[in-house]
């Protein structure tokens, strides 16, 4: 049997193992080290992947449950680089860095999300799902003494099983109805007449993992909630796999009228990040402004999704690599953002806005690291942010959604204002009683934030190879 497909599976199975094997017999004060592990262990897989695990021409493995091609790749690649990155903000945090459970849980989800991304049955899929799920449950509620924490995590689990339930039924209409579970056949076997209610019992649930209107109300209050590595991990990674999804299932399985999924993706999109960006403006505190900014940024990428219809039989190859393009630099940015948020409210201890008065005084490269967050967050050049809402506006332009587009646009400004509110409480105000203060960060969090903040200056400037991987992965779809 060929390993290959599926080689960096087994290295985060072997790796989740691994933690779990040696925590036992670390002492207590070591097992912080199970961070640089994890995180060590995640770049050697992906080092390890990239050299012996890049596919050539799209094949099915596992008896058809898998697709191996580069959409499904490029993804995995994505996830593991957000994990790493969540597992050295894991280190630091208190009563959970020493916690080899953890980093297992972080590990199980990683590989849900890498089956998610993959998945060419609904059987997997589903699997896949509840796989990613059911450990982000758990770290959600990790902090037992903390009631914002146990909310969040009770809030993640109830909401989460309601829409999977939801979704599992669509799944089983789509057996009931084709006698097939490869995503792949479904278009072919599915009367058309069906595709339409169906395919909204399926959007309730993965509208649910990346946070679309209606589906977002659980947002603030998890992402509040939750320890901020696992917000930040959420906000991310589990969103991207959420559209891996989206731009698979709907778009191989729901081929139906053009026009049709275009007006239902871009009324979703309009609304999705015209309420996110609205009621992000009055937020105070910098998570629950993040989750709503979250959401907002769900509505750009749908942008491109509803670009991916066209007026004509075909699908839009560029709105692809548009979609893909953005979540590439939307993980990226938005895991420094909450990165620089754990690093300061280890600190400080609060996650109020006006806290960060006077950062760029405190601790200047922090402030530039704030910074770079919230302009790539804005759209603002030369950021990645700005190419990867180019490139989304873009795709509605070039076929036809130009009053998409345009909302777009308009909402950029609205949200440009709320992350200019943040850099002017880190630069213009003060706050002289804490200047004084230490603000010190650990080695892992330099790490992270110094790799992620000149991933997010490259996406910017040289970003050419990588929109170029995204349609390389735009291509292995259809």
């Known amino acids: 049997m060929n390993l290959i497909p599926i080689l960096p599976e087994i290295l985060i199975l072997t790796l989740a193992i691994l933690v779990l094997t040696l925590e036992p017999f670390w002492k207590q004060n070591d097992r912080r080290g199970l961070g640089w592990l994890t995180a060590g262990g995640l770049f050697l897989t992906l080092a390890l992947s990239l050299l012996f695990g890049r596919p050539g021409e799209p094949v099915t493995v596992l008896g058809g449950m898998l697709r191996f091609d580069w959409l499904g790749f490029f993804f995995k690649m994505l996830f593991i680089i957000g994990g790493a990155a969540t597992a050295l903000f894991l280190m630091d945090m208190e009563k959970i860095n020493r916690r080899g459970e953890a980093y297992v849980l972080l590990l199980a989800s990683l590989l849900g999300m890498n089956l998610m991304a993959a998945s060419a049955n609904l059987v997997m899929l589903y699997l ?65 007449s069906l595709f339409f209610g169906i395919a909204i019992l399926l959007l309730a649930g993965l509208g649910f993992k990346v946070s679309a209107v209606p589906f977002h109300f659980w947002t603030p209050d998890v992402y509040e909630g939750a320890p901020t590595p696992v917000t930040g991990f959420l906000s991310t990674v589990s969103k991207a796999a959420g559209f891996a999804v989206v731009l698979r299932l709907f778009i191989v399985a729901f081929p139906l009228d053009a026009q049709a999924w275009s007006f239902i993706f871009a009324i979703l999109s309009a609304v999705t990040m015209t309420l996110g960006n609205l009621l992000a403006i009055s937020q105070k505190n910098i998570k629950r402004m993040l989750a709503y900014s979250s959401i907002a940024h769900a509505g750009y990428t749908l942008i491109g999704v509803a670009a ?171």
């Open 128 to 192: 896949a799902i509840e796989t990613t799920s059911i450990p982000l449950y758990v770290l959600a509620g990790f902090l037992r003494s903390d009631d914002k924490s146990t909310e969040a995590g009770f809030k993640y689990l109830l909401f989460g099983a309601l829409t999977s339930a939801i979704m599992l039924y669509g799944f089983s209409l789509l057996y009931g109805f084709t006698g097939t579970t490869d995503i792949y056949a479904l278009a072919a076997a599915l009367p058309k």
């Open 308 to 478: 991916i219809y066209v007026s004509s039989a075909g699908l839009s190859d560029f709105s692809v690599a548009s979609v893909i393009f953005y979540l590439l630099v939307y993980i990226v940015t938005n895991l420094l953002a909450f990165g620089l948020v754990i690093a300061f409210a280890r600190v400080v201890g609060s996650d109020e806005i006006p806290a960060y008065n006077g950062l760029s005084r405190r601790h200047p490269w922090l402030a530039l690291g704030m910074l770079t967050a919230m302009l790539s967050l804005a759209g603002m050049p030369p950021f990645g942010g700005f190419i990867a809402k180019v490139l989304v506006f873009a795709a509605a332009v070039k076929v036809g959604l130009v009053w998409l587009a345009f909302v777009g646009i308009v909402n950029s400004i609205i949200g440009a204002y709320y992350y200019l509110i943040v850099i002017k409480h880190v630069y213009l105000y003060r706050d002289e009683a804490a200047e004084d203060a230490p603000l010190p960060v650990t080695r892992p969090y330099a790490l992270a934030l110094v790799v992620l903040a000149l991933g997010v200056i490259l996406l910017g400037t040289v970003f050419a190879p990588w929109f170029d991987m995204s349609a390389a992965g735009a291509l292995n779809l259809f």
